[in-house]
């Protein structure tokens, strides 16, 4: 039974592209978490999706950045126009309903240069 | 705003002894709790889940609930070099209806001294 799966693991872009992290949740998880971390910080928290639904979005920033989570195929984080602030480590994790354990992705190292 | 606050430390021991990593959490709706480690430059792993007042142990690890306090702790017994990470608590939010999202602590950096 396969983990979460994140990819790419690495990812470089140049200030003003854009940013596509995608996240395949564990076989049978329908709820899915993406979640930023800056060096030596916590994890904050960004979106929370269902299955095509977005249930909160509250730790998202209102300009630049979006999530889905489509009925087939893995949930995407997208970053357009990113800038050097963008760099981070973006962790997904799923977990098979509400409220219940959550499990980690390997995390998508985005670089802005 | 529901918060879930940990100890920052860093907390450090010696090897062979019980490290404790103390969490409060704000939200009384909250019926689930976990623990995560998470080594440097690694991503959250799973260790620990309690859902009922009282101890839950797991080898060297306990965790203890305390809903009416809203406190949920986790004990490593016989610490050793390769439990230094940082540990994180979190629990399920609610924000009413089906929104039960996962919200973390800052996390407590433990290190273990041989």
């Known amino acids: 039974n396969a983990g979460v799966m994140q990819n790419p693991r690495h990812l470089v872009r140049r200030r003003g592209q854009e940013a596509r992290l995608r996240c395949s949740p564990m076989?049978?998880?329908?709820?899915v978490y993406w979640y930023r971390q800056l060096p030596e910080e916590g994890l904050k928290f960004m979106v929370y999706l269902q299955k095509e639904n977005i249930i909160d979005e509250s730790g998202m920033p209102k300009e630049r950045f979006s999530a889905e989570f489509p009925k087939e195929g893995p949930s995407i984080l997208r970053i357009q126009q990113v800038v050097r602030g963008d760099s981070a480590a973006y962790f997904c994790?799923?977990?098979?309903?509400?409220?219940?354990?959550?499990?980690f992705g390997q995390g998508t190292r985005l670089t802005v240069v | 705003q529901k918060e879930v606050e940990q100890n920052s430390g860093p907390l450090s021991v010696p090897e062979g002894a019980i490290a404790s990593l103390n969490c409060t959490y704000s939200d009384r709706v909250s019926q689930s709790f976990f623990w995560y480690r998470q080594y440097s430059g690694k991503s959250p792993e799973l260790i620990m889940s309690i859902y009922s007042n009282g101890d839950k142990e797991d080898g060297r690890f306990t965790a203890q609930l305390n809903k009416a306090s809203q406190y949920v702790s986790l004990l490593i017994r016989d610490s050793q070099p390769s439990d230094s990470a940082t540990y994180l608590c979190?629990?399920?939010?609610?924000?009413?209806?089906?929104?039960?999202?996962?919200?973390f602590g800052k996390g407590t950096l433990l290190t273990v001294n041989p």
């Open positions: 076989k049978g998880h329908s709820h």
């Open positions: 994790a799923s977990s098979p309903g509400a409220g219940t354990e959550a499990f």
């Open positions: 979190a629990a399920p939010s609610s924000g009413g209806g089906s929104n039960y999202k996962l919200t």
